[in-house]
Every structure is written in structure tokens, then in C-alpha cells.
């Protein structure tokens, strides 16, 4: 009772062996990319936390800080991309800028490098 815990060498191998297995095939997994419709969805939750206040009074104080915090909530990788130095100001329409958000969002769904997004659209 000298209390160590005595732990075969080859137990200590198949224990390893199994995590190494376990983790490998979750990395294997083939990944789907998100769609569109799978975008809206998760958009709307967002609109819907907004809303209820869970954002904080800030997000409800005009359409375009709702929609920050929309883009924020729906993908906060993304948003810090795109966004995070230049959000959307009243009256914008930068569909450079949600071409690249949305390009973002297919990537991290599909687990590639964020990589060369930015400026990825400019014309």
C-alpha cells in the first residue's frame, strides 16, 4: 500500500494505440460543406438571441449594429476577419465584403485555412 498504481507497459501501448485510432478517425471524416439554407437557419437563432436581449442593447439599437451582431454571432472566426476592423456602417451594401464572409463561413465548415480570404473578391 505505498500507494503507486502499477500500470503494464503494454496495457499503457493499447490504450495509445486506441486513441490514436479514435482520433484518427475522427479526423478522417469527410466534411460537408455548410449550405445555404443551413446559413439562414443558424442567421435567424441569431436574429432570435438578438432579439431577446441575450446580445445585449446594443445589437437592438439599429438595423445595421443587428446585423453586426448577427454576422458576430453566426460566425465570430469570420466576422473578426472581415469585419471586426471595419463593421458595417448605416447603409451599406459591401457585397465584396459578404462574398468573402460567406466564403469564410464554406472553408471553416469544411476545415481549410483561412488563408487568402481577405481581398479574395476585390475586382
Sequence with gaps: MGGKI??????LGFIWTLLLLTSYQVIAKP?????????????DECYADIESGLWGQHCKSSVIAKE??????????CFELI?????????????????????????????????????????
Design 6 to 11: 502499477r500500470c503494464p507497459k503494454a496495457f
Design 31 to 43: 466534411r460537408v460543406p455548410i449550405s445555404d439554407s443551413e446559413i439562414r437557419h443558424k442567421k
Design 68 to 77: 453586426n451582431c448577427a454576422l458576430q454571432c453566426l460566425s465570430p472566426v
Design 83 to 123: 469585419y471586426e476592423s471595419d463593421p458595417l456602417e448605416e447603409g451599406e451594401k459591401d457585397y465584396v465584403r459578404s462574398s468573402e464572409y460567406k466564403y469564410c463561413m464554406h472553408r471553416v465548415s469544411l476545415g481549410e485555412s483561412l488563408d487568402g480570404i481577405k481581398g479574395s473578391f476585390d475586382f
